[in-house]
């Protein structure tokens, strides 16, 4: 006779199978998309190219203020430039908020960049596995790890000198 404990283990089986094939074929996938994995310039957006320092975050779709002098300039060349081994990928906090990637691209285009320039930039939703990171507001870890006092007192390069 066939039990409720039976019916149950036998169903616990399946899950774990289930769960087992799944976690396989996402690390296949994985795996064959790492083999042709582009190296990653991740840059991030207010700060690096958008000059945020004299106006106030209103939300990710408002971005008001300039382009950081010779930023776009910058982006062009390195959108050309770079190896084809190589993708740029804008990444902000505003990439995950609804509207975000849209007003990002739309603010590219406003200060120089084509369509196809922006055709060109991955705007990931999640952090990717750069290769290296563009950003104003992060510390370069170099093997030691820094002082509370310097982390509490980090400042982004255009706020330092001011008070």
């Not at 190219?49 to 008001?64: E, P, Y």
């Amino acid at each position: 006779m066939i039990t409720i404990n039976t019916v149950a283990f036998a169903g616990f089986i399946c899950v774990c199978i289930a769960l087992c094939f799944d976690t396989v074929c996402r690390w296949i996938s994985i795996e064959l998309r790492n083999q042709n994995r582009k190296k990653i310039i991740c840059i991030d957006f207010d700060g690096v190219l958008h000059d945020n320092t004299h106006t106030a975050w209103k939300n990710a779709r408002i971005i008001s203020g300039d382009a950081i002098m010779d930023s776009i300039s910058w982006l062009h060349r390195l959108i050309y430039s770079l190896p084809k081994d190589y993708e740029i990928a804008i990444f902000s906090s505003r990439n995950a908020a609804f509207g975000g990637i849209r007003a990002m691209k739309k603010w590219l285009f406003m200060y120089g960049l084509s369509e196809d320039d922006i055709a060109r930039i991955s705007f990931p939703i999640y952090k990717p596995p750069a290769h290296v990171v563009i950003d104003d507001r992060a510390l370069q870890f170099s093997g030691f790890y820094p002082e509370v006092k310097n982390i509490i007192s980090f400042k982004p390069w255009n706020k330092r000198g001011k008070e």
